[in-house]
């Protein structure tokens, strides 16, 4: 019987057609490889949450002081006859610095002086009269108004006379001289200033109010003198300004520091403070760089936190910004959050933390 010649092109066709098949086979097996192959975890940074109650520093830069400094000056005014001490001259307790031209004083002393001994001769004379009937009582009574005020006024007359000489109020050393002889001074003018050696020294930092309502007494201070080439001394805070600068809105902190005989006042110096957790009014929240809030309404905010390399979108309670930081709780202590790269990253997407240097400068991060 004869076979047909159609099954026979078939069977030899299909070797060459399996043949021309395998690469186009190849070709979409590999796509379909590097298809399922997984992208690779997004790069991101993160920061770690601390817990609110987290000690810190707060530093900041003030001038060496002698906690007695004492700014001299007349209470009256007058023209200087003699300045008998310079700058850096040790005194005494009691010593003359400075003295005014009496002249003027003296001449008012003696005039209330005389009035005085009017005022009592007539008080007396009248009294003698009243006794007889001659004067009323209101008289009498006027007369010994008249000596109370002649009293007064040579009293005050007596104390501006003492005040013509100027005498330092306690032993130390003069610090500055801010006059000469033969000016005009004023009353309140500032003649010299003289510091008592006795007294601690201390570091008057200006702080920042936020800064200082986490400071206080007794905290410790490392203090840093750049002419001292820089070497760290010990200090103790001692004093913490209750009013700020109605200027500046700073507020003074007083460090003391143990005795230094190579310390002079005037000095600059740094200090680092070792301090509390802020206020009750923030304490409640934790510290986490601004940029980790993705979005804020109201009291309620959003981040991403890291799960073993997973980002996980978790609700916060907000409590405002506070420079660069943002305030928020609700998160556990010791908790990463996603800084940069967080606007760039989904709900349950893979992430790798890495060197901030290593990030993209624009767009989607990528690895």
């Known amino acids: 019987m004869r076979r047909s010649a159609q099954p026979l092109l078939q069977r030899a066709w299909r070797p060459l057609v399996f043949a021309a098949a395998l690469p186009l086979l190849a070709s979409c097996g590999g796509k379909a490889k590097e298809a399922e192959a997984p992208a690779l975890p997004t790069p991101v940074e993160a920061a770690r949450v601390a817990a609110p109650n987290v000690a810190g520093t707060v530093s900041g830069t003030g001038t060496l002081e002698r906690r007695r400094e004492m700014a001299l000056s007349f209470r009256i005014a007058g023209v200087l006859t003699r300045m008998s001490v310079e700058a850096g001259d040790s005194v005494r307790a009691g010593q003359v610095i400075a003295t005014i031209d009496p002249a003027n004083l003296d001449a008012r002393q003696q005039q209330t002086s005389a009035e005085l001994d009017r005022a009592r001769r007539d008080v007396e004379r009248d009294k003698a009269l009243f006794e007889k009937g001659y004067v009323s009582r209101q008289r009498l009574d006027d007369r010994q108004s008249a000596l109370k005020s002649a009293q007064a006024a040579y009293s005050s007359a007596s104390f501006d006379r003492r005040w013509a000489q100027l005498v330092s109020p306690a032993s130390g050393v003069v610090l500055t001289r801010a006059a000469q002889t033969g000016e005009v001074v004023q009353p309140g003018q500032v003649v010299a ?174 690895p």
């Open 193 to 366: 200033r003289v510091a008592d050696l006795t007294s601690p020294l201390v570091l008057r930092l200006p702080l920042a109010a936020r800064d200082a309502a986490r400071v206080r007494v007794g905290d410790s201070a490392r203090v840093r003198v750049e002419d001292l080439g820089g070497q760290l001394l010990n200090g103790t805070v001692t004093r913490v300004g209750e009013a700020a600068d109605t200027r500046t809105g700073a507020v003074a902190v007083e460090i003391e520091l143990a005795g230094r005989p190579d310390l002079r006042s005037g000095q600059i110096a740094s200090a680092e403070l070792s301090v509390r957790a802020a206020p009750t009014a923030t304490g409640a929240f934790a510290r986490i760089p601004a940029e980790a809030v993705l979005e804020a309404t109201g009291a309620r905010a959003f981040v991403l936190r890291l799960d073993g390399g997973v980002a996980r979108r978790a609700a916060v309670t907000f409590g405002g910004f506070d420079g660069d930081d943002a305030l928020v709780s609700g998160l556990a202590d010791g908790t990463q959050v996603i800084t940069a790269g967080a606007g760039f990253v989904s709900d349950g997407e893979q992430v790798r933390v890495v060197d901030p240097a290593r990030l993209p400068t624009g767009g989607r991060a990528r």
